[in-house]
């Protein structure tokens, strides 16, 4: 099972709704993401956040606004979506953010959850 | 750039049967890690196996082991004793250790469908 856990499993919303995606994990993991996945494609990264502080925005449009009340939690808010918007959200987490050594593989590893599929109407 | 190249749309496996998935990468920085993952039609992304580039064996994690090449940029992944659950789109991906290797570069994925 996975450790990363991510609510809801299917959100629907509609284009002026504000809505929150949510990802929680108890790994002690010092790094969290945010990937975007449309159908038959593989995962695009939008956020990391390593340490609690964002360190990566991958140019996301505004309506996605990320946010990491503690080391645990990392939140993906919604706002005035698109239906192009629609698709898989992936969180993840890694024990060490950028900067981490790859010579070995502990700490490099990053870890997803199941995965919010989101709907806009 | 980092490229990750699966050549393998799809590929069909008898249960019981070992099977190989293909994978190809593109770096110039010799410090680098490949990863394998696992995505069922539910939609989570299931990590299975790590290859650094400075490790010397290559890895394996019960069924599952990596094939890697370093002189030819190969890292394919071998299922041994395939099973129905098996059957899922599975992704070859690596992070370089170019600037904030921060980065997972994925390839485009294989469908494996496993046949009873």
């Known amino acids: 099972d996975t450790e990363v856990t991510q609510t809801p499993k299917h959100l629907v919303m509609g284009m002026t709704n504000k809505k929150s995606l949510k990802c929680e994990q108890h790994m002690g993991h010092r790094a969290m993401y945010w990937y975007k996945q449309k159908a038959k494609k593989p995962p695009e990264l939008m956020f990391v956040?390593?340490?609690?502080?964002?360190?990566i925005n991958e140019s996301v449009p505004s309506r996605f606004s990320p946010e990491c009340p503690n080391s645990s939690l990392l939140n993906l808010h919604l706002h005035a979506l698109q239906p192009e918007d629609s698709a898989l959200y992936l969180c993840?987490?890694?024990?060490?953010?950028?900067?981490?050594?790859?010579?070995?593989?502990?700490?490099?590893?990053?870890?997803f959850g199941e995965g919010s599929w989101l709907t806009v109407v | 750039a980092q490229k990750i190249t699966q050549t393998q749309p799809g590929m069909f496996v008898q249960e019981k049967e070992a099977v190989t998935l293909d994978c190809t990468y593109d770096t110039s920085d010799p410090s680098y890690g490949l990863f394998w993952y696992k995505q069922p039609s539910s939609g989570e992304m299931i990590f299975l196996i790590y290859q650094g580039s400075y490790d010397q064996q290559n890895a394996t994690e019960g069924r599952y082991s990596l094939n890697f090449q370093k002189a030819r940029k190969s890292a394919n992944l071998v299922i041994s004793a395939s099973q129905l659950g098996d059957s899922a789109m599975y992704f070859c991906?690596?992070?370089?250790?170019?600037?904030?290797?921060?980065?997972?570069?994925f390839g485009k994925g294989t469908l494996l469908t496993v046949n009873p």
């Open positions: 993840a987490s890694s024990p060490r953010g950028p900067g981490t050594s790859l010579r070995t593989s502990s700490g490099n590893t990053i870890y």
């Open positions: 991906a690596m992070r370089d250790g170019r600037g904030s290797n921060y980065k997972l570069t």
């Open positions: 956040y390593s340490y609690e502080k964002l360190s």
